[in-house]
């Protein structure tokens, strides 16, 4: 299991984890969730209910990865492997992004 603190504008806004299974899980956090004055992450993904399911990694997470000829030097240098799209948005959603939302890793205790 690996898990990333969701990050939006700077501020802890949820919990993304992937599974043993390979399928993964967005959870807001408590505090985040219900507060009114705290926007959704994304409109895929809104404050209608607190944690969302899926078999893949969920479409908004998805386009925040490298496409291309970027991908393949991440991939080559980071020594990722270019299926593993978790491990390629933990190593690449962390520092600068387009738009409000970074990812950080969480490491395994």
Not at 1 to 16: I, P, T
Request: net charge neutral; hydrophobic share 35%.
């Amino acid at each position: 299991m690996r898990q990333a603190d969701v990050l939006y504008k700077n501020e802890s806004a949820g919990l993304l984890t992937q599974l043993d299974n390979g399928s993964f899980v967005f959870r807001y956090h408590d505090l985040w969730f219900e507060k009114a004055g705290k926007p959704a992450i994304s409109l895929t993904l809104p404050k209608s209910q607190q944690e969302y399911q899926s078999e893949h990694l969920f479409p908004f997470f998805y386009n925040m990865l490298p496409e291309g000829s970027n991908k393949q030097t991440v991939c080559f240098e980071l020594r990722i492997d270019p299926k593993d799209y978790f491990g390629l948005l933990l190593s690449t959603a962390r520092y600068d992004t387009i738009g409000a939302i970074k990812i950080k890793k969480l490491e395994n205790k």
